[in-house]
């Protein structure tokens, strides 16, 4: 009878010894799918932009001969022709003029905004706050014909300036709101520190706010640029004579003047994205921390 205890005891610990090897053997499955999983999404999504390089670099007999091998042939004839023939030289500044001038633009009014809306009490603030939220809720679509024809009678159509204006009214409502819970979640002694010192509201906002928020206006920046680099509706309706034309509305142009000729068209596709890439990796570090921040705010 003495024994039995002990028996039971070995019974017990047994059973716990096998239900732990069989939650281990569960656990590593389930991470075993996991991780199948996750390397089918990237392959699924890493393939079209292997595709697209490797056509690109390729020499345009090995694309006709062999159109989904991927690095076969190296070769820069299609880069070439598209950077020649297919303008895509003039496309790419062009491209540079609309989005650096509207994101800059964005990054600024949306900061000061945002501290403003955040840190600065005036009558009416929550009022004109979601007055400019507002703009998040209405659709692009439902005004672009309404500011087709107040662009041509103020004289901007068919500009640079008309198309930047179009651009940076599309992202402000988005990056004053963005900007506003950066600020809103900075102490008050901070700025309560600086004007004991004697610090005026503009030291204040330029030399202790904004290096504060830096991550947060990194990260819009990074999202503002893709936004307006990628966008096509904008030129294609508010540059209608062809004499400004970005990467977006070129590669459309492109595609319907060679639409068989798949080399310089890929070629085209790579020289629009190999900037937004860049612009990423530089900022890669800084696009994180912001919307962790962000999203730590909430």
Known sequence: MADLPVAVSRRTRSSEQLEFRRHAVRRSTDLAVRHLALIAMAALTLFPVLLIVSTALKTPQDVRSD?????????????????????????????????VPSTAVVIVISTMAGYAFARLPFPGRTVVFYLVVLGLLVPFFTYMIPLYFQLRSMGLLDSLVG?????????????????????????EELEQAARIDGASESRIFAQVMVPMVSSGAAAL?????LSNWNNFLVPLLY???????????????????????????????????????????VLQRQVTQGFMSGAVKG
């Open 239 to 281: 540059l209608p004579s062809g004499k400004y034309r970005p990467l977006t509305a070129g590669l459309y142009n492109f595609t319907g003047g060679r639409s068989m000729d798949i080399g310089p068209l890929a070629a085209g596709t790579l020289i629009t994205i190999v900037p937004v890439i860049v612009i990423f990796v």
């Open 67 to 99: 159109p989904f091998g991927l690095f076969s042939t190296f070769s820069l004839e299609n880069l070439r022709s598209a950077w020649t023939v297919g303008r895509f030289s003039s496309y790419l500044l062009d491209s540079v003029l609309l989005t």
């Open 163 to 187: 198309a930047n204006l179009v651009l940076i009214s599309t992202n402000l409502s988005f990056g004053t709101f963005f900007m506003r819970a950066f600020f809103s979640d900075l102490p």
């Open 221 to 225: 920046a990074v999202f503002t640029f």
